[in-house]
């Protein structure tokens, strides 16, 4: 088989110029929206459930854009299409969400816009994938994690910009969102408008035929001669069934019932795949996601750990950063009081600075690869960035709390391409949006438990002190990179 080209620097620059664009969205979603939920009157562990819609349209969405963009045949290519929509469905999102005039529109608006993101989001993961040779994959997705970074810095701190550099204000005499916000959500939606047109208009994306060249012909008898599935559906039905009579009957926390019907969810699922398979009506997106999320291969079910408690722990800093700061370190937790929204703009500027320190740390995160390989040096990131979560119990001064944000951000810049890297090389190419979007379910399942027990646990073992939020995150980033020492990296 024919081998891809190597593309130029600027050729890889354009084709990730777009996470510039898709950081803004999210820097401003994870850096406000505990702050928006505040505001309109929710309580610190009514925060987790709140934030639930995040990971759960990432859950639904990705692999079922992922298997439709590698389906997809258009002389705009495979992902771009999808890039376009996304890209102006979250703008329309990014632009209402600042008005949203009450919690549980605020709640709705994080799903719309987070669904909107992800369809632009997903097809960029398959297509650095696509386009790149297996040598240039790292420097594709560290590329991505620049545009993150340099995204995020900006993104996070608009509000302490609007507010500190052009003299808008940071609080509302009507008690909602102050101005400094709303201008930052209209700021972020024209700038990721502009970046992922950007790459939509300057990148270009192999035909069906090159694809055949560097693949071979697709193999349409596949899933005709796959192995059985969903030998353990009942079991999972079970489980489920009973731990969410157990939820029920002892009262439990009703965030739990996440848990326990994701359970049963899923052992239905296998079943209706089973039945599908026996039925011999397999040429379908249900059963191709439901198959191949049972038959990933080894490389990818240890990253899938890895990820596992990766994201637990950034899920945590996401939703707790603004109570733990404003009450740790700035010494309030009423949100419209200034001192609180002083400190909701200073999360701003730490998210800014981290996401600085991952677009430098890209550099440096290049070269250890190349040296150490992509393992060792994921495991030397993770543990850097769990040094940084500690010291938040340690610093006071909230202005030195930067300095903790070095180690997060090497973390979050080896979280964001390694991990990919890793598993661009090792899973079926025809199939690489399909198993991008799968693979995110062990970004968004985390996330989902995250939102089921942290307020459980901050309020029944940390008094409701949120701060120690980033103590459990340290952990769980300790445990990911043990973890990662047992990858098979080839």
Not at 81 to 100: E, K, Y
Not at 196 to 209: G, H, L, N, P
Not at 211 to 232: C, H, R, T, V
Not at 341 to 366: E, R
Request: glycine share 8%.
């Amino acid at each position: 088989m024919q081998q891809k080209p190597a593309l130029s620097f600027w050729q890889i620059w354009n084709m990730c110029f777009g996470f510039l664009g898709i950081q803004f969205g999210f820097a401003l979603q994870n850096a406000n929206v505990s702050r928006i939920f505040q505001t309109l009157g929710a309580e610190v562990d009514q925060i987790p459930i709140l934030w639930i819609a995040a990971p759960l349209t990432g859950l639904l969405v990705q692999p079922i854009v992922g298997y439709f963009s590698d389906n997809t045949q258009s002389r705009f290519g495979r992902r771009r299409p999808f890039f376009f929509v996304g890209a102006i469905l979250t703008t329309v999102a990014l632009l209402l969400m600042p008005h949203s005039p009450t919690l549980w529109i605020a709640a709705g608006m994080l799903w719309v816009m987070d669904a909107s993101i992800n369809i632009t989001m997903e097809p960029f993961r398959a297509f650095v994938g696509d386009n790149l040779p297996e040598n240039q994959r790292p420097l594709g997705y560290l590329m991505q994690s620049f545009f993150i970074g340099c995204g995020a810095v900006v993104a996070s701190a608009l509000p302490w910009i609007f507010s500190n550099w052009l003299g808008i204000s940071n609080t509302s005499s009507s008690g909602g969102l102050p101005p400094s916000v709303h201008y930052a959500f209209y700021t972020g939606a024209i700038i990721l408008l502009l970046a992922v047109m950007w790459t939509v208009f300057s990148s270009k994306e192999y035909s069906a035929e090159q694809l055949n060249l560097f693949y071979g012909k697709p193999d349409e008898s596949e899933y005709q001669q796959a192995q059985a599935i969903g030998a353990k559906r009942y079991y999972w039905i079970i489980t489920g069934i009973v731990a969410t009579g157990i939820i029920y009957l002892m009262s439990l926390k009703a965030e739990l019932y996440i848990i326990s019907l994701g359970l049963l969810i899923y052992g239905l699922l296998l079943a209706a795949a089973k039945y599908l398979q026996d039925a011999k009506v397999t040429k379908n997106a249900f059963f191709h996601i439901l198959y191949d999320l049972n038959n990933m291969p080894r490389v990818m079910q240890q990253l899938a750990v890895v990820q596992f408690f990766s994201w637990f722990a950034l899920f945590a800093m996401w939703i707790y950063s603004t109570p733990a700061i404003t009450a740790y370190h700035f010494g309030t937790s009423d949100s419209n009081s200034k001192a609180f929204n002083d400190g909701a703009d200073w999360v701003g500027v730490l998210f800014a600075a981290y996401n600085g320190f991952a677009a430098l740390a890209a550099f440096a995160i290049s070269s250890m690869a190349t040296r150490f390989g992509s393992k060792i040096t994921h495991f030397i990131c993770l543990l850097l960035g769990s040094v940084g979560f500690i010291s938040f119990l340690f610093i006071r001064n909230p202005d030195y709390l930067v300095v903790s944000m070095i180690g997060i951000g090497f973390a979050w810049a080896s979280i964001l391409s390694l991990p990919y890297a890793m598993l661009a090389n090792c899973i079926p190419q025809r199939k690489m949006g399909l198993y991008m979007g799968i693979f995110n379910f062990f970004i968004v399942i985390p996330q989902l438990l995250a939102a089921s027990i942290l307020g459980l646990l901050i309020k029944s073992f940390f008094s409701g002190e949120a701060i120690y939020a980033y103590i459990i995150a340290a952990i769980f980033w300790i445990l990911a990179a043990i973890f990662t020492l047992k990858i098979s990296e080839p």
